[in-house]
Structures are given as structure tokens and as C-alpha cells.
């Protein structure tokens, strides 16, 4: 068990939690987002991420909330449904002593189906089996759940075509592998 536990670890890259690690469970089809597709994701949002709302949904090992909280997000909801995982996840931000960071103990499309308060920049990074991105997409934006300026990151399987709201444009994208990754910039009244 202890073996499994030094292989799940994941690493802070920068500011108040640069270089901590931090243990997530043996969970399948949990994959944290690796250290430089995340840290290429924070130079993207450096400029923009101090002082902001952040919703990560799919949270899981709680790689993306737990870094923008390093980096200086005020706020931080992080929506996992697996209890184990939740667990993990609480016992972390607890030896981190993160106040700003919540965690959510939900299905995503419940969760994103309830009462809405608007974040500045979201994380959705769904399991690549599900095909949830695009429902999630169009609750986010239909749902009241961005501000009326925000930055969305999208994770996906590479090749997935991406069907994005008329008031979102893709501000950059990149690969690692198999995976595409994205940020994009919303545009739109609430």
C-alpha cells in the first residue's frame, strides 16, 4: 500500500505551496493534469488568476483548484462525486490549512443543474470515457456559472472537436501526448 501511496503523488509548482506534495488516491481513471501541461495552464492565466473565483469541476486529485489557490484565487470550489477522493482531498487542503479552497461532494451535472453563482475561471477537465464535456459546456454557459468575463480550461482526449457557445473563443491550445488542452476566454452578459 505504502508503494501505491509514493506513486500518487502529485507536486505544487509555484507560490504559496511551491514544491509541496500531495497524495491522491489509487482511484481508476483518476490522472491529475501533469506538472507542465498545468504549469504552461498558470503562465496562461498568471497575468489574471490573483484574486479570482475558480470552480473546478472533475476535480480529483484537486491538482488545478489546489494550485490556483497557491498562486493567489480567493476562492476555490472543487466538485468531485468519488467519497474516497473527497476524503483525500478534504485531508489535504487541512494540512495546507487552504480556507479558500471547498471542496463539493457532487456529480457535476448535478451540481452544475442547482442554484448558480458566477466563477471567473473554471477547470473542466471531465473523464475522457463519459463524452461530458459538451454537456458540461453548455451548462456553464447556459447555467449562470461564469462571470461575464471569464476564462474556461477544457481537457480532452486528442482529436475531440470542440463545439464552444458563440461568445467563447479559444485563446490558446497545445497537446501533451494524447490529451489536447485549451483555455478559453467568455465573453457574454449575466
Not at 29 to 38: A, I, K, Q, Y
Not at 107 to 122: C, E, K, N, P, Q
Request: one cysteine or more.
Amino acid at each position: 500500500m505504502k508503494s501505491n501511496k509514493a506513486s500518487n503523488r502529485l507536486r505544487i509548482i509555484a507560490g504559496t505551496w511551491r514544491g509541496r506534495k500531495l497524495a491522491f488516491p489509487p482511484v481508476p481513471g483518476l490522472r491529475p493534469t501533469p506538472d507542465r501541461v498545468r504549469e504552461t495552464l498558470f503562465n496562461w492565466l498568471d497575468p489574471v488568476i490573483r484574486g479570482q473565483r475558480c470552480l473546478d469541476l472533475f476535480a480529483g486529485s484537486g491538482a488545478l483548484g489546489i494550485e490556483a489557490a497557491s498562486r493567489g484565487a480567493a476562492e476555490v470550489v472543487l466538485v468531485e462525486d468519488d467519497p474516497c477522493v473527497v476524503e483525500t482531498l478534504r485531508e489535504q487542503l487541512q494540512l495546507l490549512n487552504a480556507s479558500q479552497v471547498q471542496v463539493v461532494q457532487a456529480d457535476v451535472g448535478l451540481y452544475l443543474s442547482a442554484t448558480s453563482r458566477a466563477f471567473d475561471i473554471v477547470f473542466l477537465d471531465p473523464p475522457f470515457a463519459g463524452g461530458r464535456l459538451p454537456e458540461c459546456i453548455q451548462q456553464l454557459e447556459t447555467g449562470g456559472w461564469l462571470a461575464a468575463e471569464a476564462w474556461v480550461y477544457l481537457e480532452a482526449e486528442h482529436g475531440l472537436a470542440l463545439d464552444l457557445p458563440g461568445n467563447w473563443t479559444l485563446h490558446r491550445s497545445k497537446q501533451a501526448g494524447q490529451v489536447d488542452y485549451h483555455l478559453a476566454r467568455r465573453v457574454g452578459k449575466n
